[in-house]
């Protein structure tokens, strides 16, 4: 039986795989329909880390 959780990133986590600043990952989650979508745990927001790959070579194609 597999007990390790899947690991979820931060905004901040996101934004630093992307390189871009926090305020700049907010607005791509406003603005961007392709930009993978967050999970909201309580008042905390994660994502997948697996998203951004796919996201990522969406945008370079």
Request: glycine share 4%; with cysteine; charged share 25%.
């Amino acid at each position: 039986m597999n007990t390790t959780a899947p690991q979820l990133w931060t905004i901040d986590q996101a934004g630093s795989f992307l390189n871009v600043c926090r305020s700049h990952v907010y607005k791509l989650m406003k603005m961007d329909p392709a930009f993978p979508k967050p999970l909201r745990l309580g008042a905390s927001i994660r994502f997948k880390p697996g998203d951004f790959d796919r996201y990522l070579s969406e945008k370079s194609s």
